[in-house]
């Protein structure tokens, strides 16, 4: 069983910059891809950003590219999303998942395990 817990949001004003945190329990950066969803209200979660076992590739959604950057602080045993440049269209709530392996690392659907989610309000 993997336990995700989230961290580090809240509001900020356009062009600001935030960190996401996500604590992981166990040996879960060596055994599963570990990726970023957000989801707006009324709106599909969506993929924000990917990161391969031990800390492998990295893929991002072409709204973040270039403005975020995933990556893992072993030492802490945690997920860390970096955020900069923030538009109003980020808000949302930020959930860190877990996936024992897929081709599909867009598809929420490919996850086994997901944090309960931090909220990011960005204001214009």
């Known amino acids: 069983q993997v336990q995700l817990v989230e961290s580090g949001g809240g509001l900020v004003q356009a062009g600001d910059s935030l960190k996401l945190s996500c604590a992981a329990s166990?040996?879960?950066?060596?055994?599963?891809?570990m990726g970023w969803f957000r989801q707006a209200p009324g709106q599909e979660r969506e993929f924000v950003a990917v990161?391969?076992?031990?800390?492998?590739?990295?893929r991002y959604a072409d709204s973040v590219k270039g403005r975020f950057t995933i990556f893992n602080d072993n030492a802490n045993n945690t997920l860390i999303l970096q955020m900069k440049s923030l538009k109003p269209e980020d808000t949302a709530v930020y959930y860190c998942?877990?996936?024992?392996?897929?081709?599909?690392?867009?598809?929420?659907?490919?996850?086994?395990?997901w944090g309960q989610g931090t909220q990011v309000t960005v204001s214009s």
């Open positions: 166990g040996r879960t950066f060596s055994t599963y891809l």
């Open positions: 998942a877990a996936s024992r392996g897929t081709t599909k690392v867009v598809q929420p659907t490919e996850y086994d395990y």
């Open positions: 990161i391969g076992r031990s800390g492998g590739s990295t």
